[in-house]
């Protein structure tokens, strides 16, 4: 792989992360401090692009799908303990991601109908994010194809949740770095450029930090 990109996936990567932990510190901690929140938004789209990614770069989609779910139950007790909720109230982020890899999946291979159970899971299950998630991993996946389509159809998924979740609108603003590193890879398109090896330690400790940094939220908090 391209080492500028790999470079850009890397802090894809982890601006995800420092965002997303933003978010939980300030949705378990400090409430009152709306930014943090805010600033949060930004998270879920860099996620999204990034499972898009690791589609592309996976030689089994099952295995794929496997590990998402396994940290999916893994994550679930840090997250509502976390986050203070009851223990199925909500499932974590990785449901949603396991929900949006199933659904990219199945609309590559054509099948509307299989296509459609993620898509009812998402919204019946209390996924994190919900529908609107797995749609917007599927608008991701569309910005792979089609840069201006997929853009169009993160503004239109946005708009139309405006009205009952208006603060994820900010999420827009990580439009502009996703394109910027989504034309960068689609200038390097190729089977060498995509199908290269990531290192497991890395993979498995960006998948453990998830429930690691909500147990640790956790702590502080019932210290607090």
């Not at 949740?161 to 990580?174: E, G, K, M, N, Y």
């Not at 960068?184 to 993979?203: D, F, I």
């Given at each position: 792989m391209d080492r500028g990109l790999e470079l850009g996936r890397e802090i894809l990567k982890w601006a995800a992360i420092v965002t997303m932990t933003i978010d939980h510190v300030g949705a378990a901690l400090y409430p009152q401090y709306e930014a943090l929140r805010l600033i949060g938004r930004l998270s879920f789209p860099l996620f999204s692009y990034i499972l898009v990614l690791g589609l592309e770069n996976t030689r089994d989609v099952r295995n794929y799908f496997i590990r998402l779910f396994l940290f999916a139950i893994i994550s679930q007790v840090p997250f509502y303990l976390a986050l203070g909720m009851e223990p199925f109230e909500s499932l974590n982020i990785y449901f949603t991601l396991s929900s949006g890899l199933a659904f990219i999946h199945f609309y590559q291979r054509k099948d509307a109908l299989l296509a459609l159970f993620p898509v009812l899971a998402s919204l019946i299950l209390h996924f994190d994010y919900g529908i609107y998630g797995t749609f917007l991993i599927g608008c991701m996946y569309l910005i792979r194809k089609d840069a201006e389509l997929g853009s169009i159809s993160v503004i239109l998924?946005?708009?139309?949740?405006?009205?009952?979740?208006?603060?994820?609108?900010?999420?827009?603003?990580?439009?502009?770095?996703?394109?910027?590193?989504?034309?960068?890879?689609?200038?390097?398109?190729?089977?060498?450029?995509?199908?290269?090896?990531?290192?497991?330690?890395?993979?498995?400790?960006?998948?453990?930090?998830?429930?690691?940094?909500?147990?640790?939220?956790?702590?502080?908090?019932?210290?607090?």
């Open positions: 998924l946005n708009l139309a949740f405006s009205f009952i979740w208006p603060t994820q609108s900010v999420s827009l603003l990580a439009l502009p770095i996703i394109l910027l590193h989504n034309r960068r890879a689609s200038e390097m398109a190729g089977e060498a450029c995509m199908k290269a090896t990531y290192p497991s330690w890395k993979k498995y400790l960006y998948y453990a930090y998830y429930p690691l940094h909500l147990l640790a939220i956790y702590i502080v908090r019932i210290g607090l």
